[in-house]
């Protein structure tokens, strides 16, 4: 007979027994594998590093190596969705199984933020148009792009003087016009807009370039100081007699980066022509009136002589070609480069330091001086027989300079130090004007009211032969000079009248 209390207890028992072999079993499922894998860029499968690797179901949080590898272990055996991220990279999503004891490794390709952004299209420039002349300023630069998708566009504007290399940056503009004040009157400017939607890589438009107006009407060239190198300005017409508006329409014509000075304008050959320092030697150059298409003549024979300031060379009346020194010989040279040849030649301790064209024939008359610059003479000499035919000023004592030719022919215009000082730092102490009367022989000075302490320098004839146009300052040397122009009148001392300031070397023509 069976009890029912042991029947009890022996259905516990199996019951307990059952619980404990089902329990077993749960934890015994909970089984685990490995993740691993490398994380690459789309397209060029270059590794990426610090990207960050997380699944779906949670597990551990790992980032890759330098190489763009990652391990994540024990991770419990199903199936999870891994992904990957990293700042400026699209997140990407692979799918993963893991199982009992195995590894199991997946790939990602990772595309750029930018890769999936379309760039904004390429700018294109409207005005000024490209090549215009005649700008006014202040300058509205026109053109037009537009974004390929949804991204704002932002443009820098890049503003390059192709007179002086100066550039003038414009960024975060909004729109695509821009205004830009306080151009050089006159000068060629290159101009480029770039665009960017700060995701893609920037797009730039064409270079395209103008020139400003004013600079036609530039009867005046000039020199100034500039960084320790000799510049070459253009300048205008006074407005008026008022000394407040001198300085009219200056451009500078040559960077200050190089040594340029001596301008003088041929306007048949509608070029400026100017002496430029070149690896120590002294060079002729040429130039448009705007100074843009700067070209080297001179070659093998520089311009060389006494002080490489005082040396003056000068065009042929056609305008095809220029004579220029080089110590006792005078040559010239075509305004292409070609040509060059000696046509005259001084005595070995005459160095040829100026030269001047008379308008009237093919004569020249030239300075000689020895080689501290003094017992200087002017010669008048015909280039086509190579001989001197009339020396006209001789045995002067101290510095004499500054010549040229009335429009007649008939006049000699030079400076000369009254004072005959003679030093070796050529100082000038009292240098005046005078005119040197071919017909009669005979020296006028020319009376500019000049005082005590001063000197007029580089003096030249205006191209009506109305005036005279000379450079004024202080004989202490480091003074400001002045670019003053004399009216000739024989009943009146009429005013001089300053043109530009803080000049030296004019030309008028």
């Keep these: 007979m069976v009890h029912f209390k042991n029947i009890y207890y022996f259905t516990v028992i199996i019951s307990s027994l059952l619980f404990l072999s089902c329990e ?15 994380v690459v860029t789309n397209g ?15 597990s551990n949080t790992v980032f890759t190596d330098s190489e763009g590898n990652f391990t994540i272990q024990d991770i419990l055996i199903g199936d999870y969705s891994v992904q990957a991220d990293k700042d400026e990279y699209e997140t990407s999503f692979e799918a993963a199984s893991i199982f009992n004891d195995k590894a199991t490794t997946i790939i990602f390709e990772m595309d750029s933020t930018s890769a999936s952004n379309l760039q904004p299209l390429t700018p294109q ?46 960024s975060t503009v909004a729109d ?31 270079i395209s370039n103008f020139q400003l107006e004013g600079i036609e009407t530039n009867r005046f060239l000039f020199v100034r100081k500039i960084n320790g190198n000799n510049v070459i300005f253009s300048g205008g017409e006074p ?84 004579y220029y020194s080089n110590f006792n010989k005078l040559y010239t040279i075509n305004i292409d480069g070609s040509g060059n040849r000696m046509v005259y030649e001084s005595l070995n301790e005459e160095f040829i330091t100026e030269v001047a064209t008379n308008p009237a024939n093919e004569q020249v008359v030239i300075k000689l001086n020895n080689s501290e610059g003094y017992n200087a ?87 009506n032969g109305g005036f005279v146009i000379f450079t004024y300052t202080s004989n202490d040397g480091i003074s400001e000079n002045s670019i003053v122009r004399k009216q000739f009148d024989t009943v009146d001392i009429i005013e001089n009248e300053v043109l530009f300031t803080n000049g030296y070397m004019p030309n008028w023509e």
């Design 239 to 322: 407005v008026d007699s008022n000394s407040q508006e001198v300085n009219q329409n200056e451009v500078q014509l040559t960077t200050d980066n190089l040594n340029s000075y001596r301008p003088k304008t041929n306007r048949l050959a509608e070029k400026i022509a100017f002496i430029r320092t070149v690896g120590g030697e002294s060079h002729l150059f040429t130039m448009n009136l705007d100074g843009t298409d700067q070209k080297q003549l001179t070659q093998e024979i520089p311009i060389a002589g006494f002080r490489q300031d005082e040396i003056e060379y000068a065009w042929h009346n056609n305008g095809g070609s220029i």
């Design 125 to 170: 420039l409207y005005f000024p148009a490209d090549k215009q002349i005649k700008v006014k300023s202040p300058v509205e630069f026109l053109w037009s792009s537009a974004s390929s998708d949804d991204d704002d566009i932002e443009y820098t504007l890049e503003l390059r003087n192709g007179n002086t290399g100066e550039t003038q940056l414009f």
């Design 377 to 463: 003479q002017l010669r008048i000499v015909n280039p086509d027989s190579g001989l001197g035919t009339q020396t006209i000023i001789t045995g002067i004592t101290g510095a004499l300079g500054g010549i040229d030719f009335s429009l007649d022919g008939n006049k000699i215009l030079y400076t000369r130090d009254v004072s005959n000082t003679e030093n070796a730092q050529y100082r000038q102490l009292d240098t005046r004007i005078f005119e040197y009367d071919l017909t009669t022989s005979t020296s006028t000075e020319i009376n500019t009211q000049k005082p005590t302490g001063f000197n007029n320098l580089d003096a030249k004839y205006a191209p």
């Design 176 to 206: 695509t016009t821009y205004t830009v004040e306080n151009l050089a009157i006159g000068a060629t400017y290159f101009w480029q807009v770039t665009a960017s939607d700060n995701i893609t890589d920037p797009v730039q438009s064409k």
């Design 44 to 58: 060029d499968n270059l590794p990426l590093e610090n990207v960050k690797i997380t699944t779906n179901p949670a």
């Design 24 to 38: 077993e079993e749960t934890l015994g499922d909970q089984t685990f594998g490995s993740l691993e894998g490398k």
